[in-house]
T-cell receptor, first 116, second 109 residues
């Protein structure tokens, strides 16, 4: 399958700081990437859809000014958690959609964020 | 009705057993269907796509029933390494994946 990388794999930060997470499709160009969040023992929750060259589409209840998404190229999307708080601690996972066929999606390995 | 529904389990089965999961979806216009596998504290990984004609990959068989709007996953000869959460995933159109909450499988020695 296709390969999606994510960096960093884990991060610990202090409350009030910002954290940037990168998501890259390594062997294909992804016009659309997705950002998910998963709390322990919960299902994946879609946060936003990231479109190359245009603004991201946020799901209801997700603050766009807090979770900044930039899809600068066909292989890179970034999520910045601004002014992080302990309740933002979670597992953040990106995915990229193969742009043809039946639209398979491949996931990055995730970023575990802990805000102290 | 939720978009995608799965029995959360857990399903506890002995090694070598055959186990089947079902998943129902509400949007009859859904075009693509997948099973993903997620291990604890890891990202979901694509297990197999589900085609209208059904498909098989080794010990795994996936079926789609459009009339009843469900998909199934059959695992034969279960291995300890099959223990994971299995996510049913549906694409209603050219939109993001819709995930079920997952079915947890534990294969016991």
């Amino acid at each position: 399958g296709a390969v999606v990388s994510q960096h960093p794999s884990w991060v610990i930060c202090k409350s009030g700081t910002s954290v940037k997470i990168e998501c890259r499709s390594l062997d294909f160009q992804a016009t659309t990437m997705f950002w998910y969040r998963q709390f322990p023992k919960q299902s994946l929750m879609l946060m936003a859809t990231s479109n190359e060259g245009s603004k991201a589409t946020y799901e209801q209840g997700v603050e766009k000014d807090k979770f900044l998404i930039n899809h600068a190229s066909l292989t890179l999307s970034t999520l910045t958690v601004t002014s992080a708080h302990p309740e933002d601690s979670s597992f953040y996972i990106c995915s990229a959609r193969v742009p043809q066929g039946i639209y398979e999606q491949y996931f990055g390995p995730g970023t575990r964020l802990t805000v102290t | 009705r939720k978009e995608v529904e799965q029995d959360p389990g857990p399903f506890n089965v002995p090694e070598g057993a055959t186990v089947a999961f079902n998943c129902t979806y509400s949007n009859s216009a859904s075009q693509s269907f997948f099973w993903y596998r997620q291990d604890c504290r890891k990202e979901p990984k694509l297990l197999m796509s589900v085609y209208s004609s059904g498909n098989e990959d080794g010990r795994f068989t996936a079926q789609l029933n459009r009339a009843s709007q469900y998909i199934s996953l059959l695992i034969r000869d279960s291995k300890l390494s099959d223990s994971a959460t299995y996510l049913c995933v549906v694409i209603p159109g050219n939109t993001p994946l819709v995930f079920g909450k997952g079915t947890r499988l534990s294969v016991i020695a």
